[in-house]
Protein backbone atom coordinates (compact mmCIF):
# COMPACT_ATOMS: atom_id res chain seq x y z
CA UNK A 1 0.00 0.00 0.00
CA UNK A 2 1.18 3.21 -0.79
CA UNK A 3 1.99 5.22 2.45
CA UNK A 4 1.27 8.58 0.93
CA UNK A 5 -2.09 7.48 0.48
CA UNK A 6 -2.55 6.43 4.42
CA UNK A 7 -4.31 8.20 6.79
CA UNK A 8 -5.64 7.91 10.24
CA UNK A 9 -8.78 8.54 11.40
CA UNK A 10 -8.55 9.79 15.07
CA UNK A 11 -12.37 9.46 15.77
CA UNK A 12 -12.03 4.94 15.41
CA UNK A 13 -10.04 5.60 18.35
CA UNK A 14 -12.85 5.81 20.21
CA UNK A 15 -14.23 2.01 19.44
CA UNK A 16 -10.67 0.94 18.40
CA UNK A 17 -8.60 1.75 21.46
CA UNK A 18 -10.63 -0.60 23.61
CA UNK A 19 -11.46 -3.73 21.13
CA UNK A 20 -7.51 -3.22 21.04
CA UNK A 21 -6.89 -3.19 24.72
CA UNK A 22 -9.27 -6.08 25.28
CA UNK A 23 -8.13 -8.30 22.29
CA UNK A 24 -4.43 -7.57 23.97
CA UNK A 25 -5.65 -8.30 27.24
CA UNK A 26 -7.23 -11.35 25.49
CA UNK A 27 -4.02 -12.38 23.37
CA UNK A 28 -1.76 -12.29 27.03
CA UNK A 29 -3.92 -14.50 29.09
CA UNK A 30 -4.27 -16.60 26.40
CA UNK A 31 -0.44 -16.73 26.52
CA UNK A 32 -0.06 -16.97 30.32
CA UNK A 33 -2.65 -19.87 30.39
CA UNK A 34 -0.25 -21.59 27.97
CA UNK A 35 2.64 -21.02 29.72
CA UNK A 36 1.67 -22.20 33.34
CA UNK A 37 0.12 -25.26 31.41
CA UNK A 38 4.11 -25.84 30.05
CA UNK A 39 6.01 -24.19 32.87
CA UNK A 40 4.53 -24.65 36.11
CA UNK A 41 5.68 -21.37 37.74
CA UNK A 42 6.11 -21.45 41.29
CA UNK A 43 3.73 -19.97 43.28
CA UNK A 44 5.34 -17.00 44.49
CA UNK A 45 5.77 -15.95 40.77
CA UNK A 46 3.19 -13.19 40.21
CA UNK A 47 4.47 -12.28 37.00
CA UNK A 48 2.73 -15.26 35.38
CA UNK A 49 -0.51 -15.04 38.12
CA UNK A 50 -4.11 -13.33 36.84
CA UNK A 51 -3.15 -9.67 38.31
CA UNK A 52 -0.33 -8.66 37.11
CA UNK A 53 -0.54 -9.70 33.21
CA UNK A 54 -3.98 -8.46 33.19
CA UNK A 55 -3.46 -4.80 34.93
CA UNK A 56 0.19 -4.38 33.28
CA UNK A 57 -1.29 -4.97 30.10
CA UNK A 58 -4.51 -2.89 30.38
CA UNK A 59 -1.93 0.11 31.44
CA UNK A 60 0.99 0.05 29.02
CA UNK A 61 -1.36 -0.88 26.32
CA UNK A 62 -3.98 1.97 27.25
CA UNK A 63 -0.54 4.43 27.29
CA UNK A 64 0.14 2.71 23.96
CA UNK A 65 -2.88 3.70 22.65
CA UNK A 66 -2.57 7.60 23.62
CA UNK A 67 0.87 7.35 22.02
CA UNK A 68 -0.72 5.48 18.74
CA UNK A 69 -2.90 8.62 18.75
CA UNK A 70 -0.21 11.07 19.12
CA UNK A 71 1.83 9.98 16.51
CA UNK A 72 -0.95 10.01 14.62
CA UNK A 73 -2.11 13.41 14.88
CA UNK A 74 1.77 14.47 13.99
CA UNK A 75 3.55 12.36 12.37
CA UNK A 76 3.82 12.35 8.43
CA UNK A 77 3.69 7.94 7.90
CA UNK A 78 1.97 7.67 11.38
CA UNK A 79 1.83 3.50 10.98
CA UNK A 80 5.30 3.59 10.12
CA UNK A 81 6.31 5.99 12.93
CA UNK A 82 4.06 3.56 15.46
CA UNK A 83 5.32 0.23 14.88
CA UNK A 84 8.85 1.38 14.93
CA UNK A 85 8.08 3.75 18.58
CA UNK A 86 6.47 0.24 19.63
CA UNK A 87 9.40 -1.84 18.58
CA UNK A 88 11.42 0.17 20.39
CA UNK A 89 9.38 -0.42 23.83
CA UNK A 90 8.80 -3.99 23.09
CA UNK A 91 12.73 -4.37 23.52
CA UNK A 92 13.47 -2.13 26.30
CA UNK A 93 10.09 -4.15 28.07
CA UNK A 94 11.97 -7.71 27.42
CA UNK A 95 14.96 -6.32 29.87
CA UNK A 96 12.49 -6.31 33.09
CA UNK A 97 11.68 -9.80 31.98
CA UNK A 98 15.23 -11.32 31.40
CA UNK A 99 16.32 -9.92 34.89
CA UNK A 100 13.52 -12.62 35.88
CA UNK A 101 15.50 -15.04 35.27
CA UNK A 102 18.07 -14.45 38.36
CA UNK A 103 15.10 -13.57 40.80
CA UNK A 104 15.26 -16.88 42.56
CA UNK A 105 13.14 -15.72 45.34
CA UNK A 106 10.24 -14.81 43.16
CA UNK A 107 10.81 -18.25 41.36
CA UNK A 108 11.98 -16.68 38.28
CA UNK A 109 13.91 -18.98 35.82
CA UNK A 110 14.60 -19.47 31.79
CA UNK A 111 10.73 -20.43 31.91
CA UNK A 112 9.24 -17.76 32.92
CA UNK A 113 11.34 -15.17 31.67
CA UNK A 114 10.44 -16.65 28.16
CA UNK A 115 6.83 -16.93 29.10
CA UNK A 116 6.61 -13.04 30.29
CA UNK A 117 8.41 -12.39 26.90
CA UNK A 118 6.44 -13.66 24.70
CA UNK A 119 3.31 -12.15 26.44
CA UNK A 120 4.75 -8.96 25.95
CA UNK A 121 5.20 -10.02 22.04
CA UNK A 122 1.56 -10.66 22.20
CA UNK A 123 0.53 -7.77 23.20
CA UNK A 124 2.72 -5.75 21.17
CA UNK A 125 1.51 -7.80 17.79
CA UNK A 126 -1.89 -7.11 18.82
CA UNK A 127 -1.44 -3.34 19.44
CA UNK A 128 0.81 -2.64 15.54
CA UNK A 129 -1.55 -5.06 14.15
CA UNK A 130 -5.14 -3.67 15.43
CA UNK A 131 -4.76 -0.04 15.95
CA UNK A 132 -3.44 1.13 12.33
CA UNK A 133 -6.21 -1.46 10.41
CA UNK A 134 -9.01 -0.20 13.09
CA UNK A 135 -7.99 3.82 12.12
CA UNK A 136 -7.34 3.83 8.89
CA UNK A 137 -9.07 5.51 6.08
CA UNK A 138 -8.12 6.01 2.44
CA UNK A 139 -8.38 9.37 0.75
CA UNK A 140 -9.78 9.35 -2.63
Do not use: K, Y
Amino acid sequence: MDDSLQRIEIERLAWAGPVTLLASVLAVLAVRVVAVLLVEPAPQFAPLGWVAPTLDTTILVSLGILVFGAISSTATNPIRTFRRVAFGVLILSLFPALATVNSRQWGGNWPNAIALMLMHIAAWAVCVTMLPRLTLTHEQ
